[in-house]
């Protein structure tokens, strides 16, 4: 079992940062790839980033590339997202998920965190 609570969530202008952090319990985090999903309202939950067991590999949605940073630090069994140049439509609630398999498709995805919420004002 793994259990996840986000944080790091809050209102920024547009143009701006924001970091969001991932905790895991469980001495088994090592084991999953973690990734970041986001649902705007009224819209499905989209994959935004993950990160394989090691750190090694991550990978990205093409609407974030280049101004999200996806990482994980296994000592403190955590992961973060790193948000730069914040547009108002990365507005959503962000949730943090574990998985055995490490794709980008929520449905292989075992755990999930309850989500912090990111508003990007214009």
């Known amino acids: 079992q793994v259990q996840l609570v986000e944080s790091g969530g809050g209102l920024v202008q547009a143009g701006g940062s924001l970091r969001l952090s991932c905790a895991a319990s469980?001495?088994?985090?090592?084991?999953?790839?973690m990734a970041w999903f986001r649902q705007a309202p009224g819209k499905e939950r989209v994959f935004v980033a993950r990160i394989n067991w090691t750190g090694s590999s991550t990978r990205y949605a093409d609407s974030v590339k280049g101004r999200f940073t996806i990482s994980r630090d296994n000592a403190k069994n955590t992961v973060y997202l790193q948000m730069n140049s914040l547009k108002p439509e990365d507005t959503a609630v962000y949730y943090c998920a574990a998985s055995s398999l490490g794709t980008v498709v929520s449905g292989s995805y075992n755990y999930w965190g309850q989500g912090t919420q990111v508003t990007v004002s214009s």
């Open positions: 469980g001495r088994t985090f090592s084991s999953y790839a």
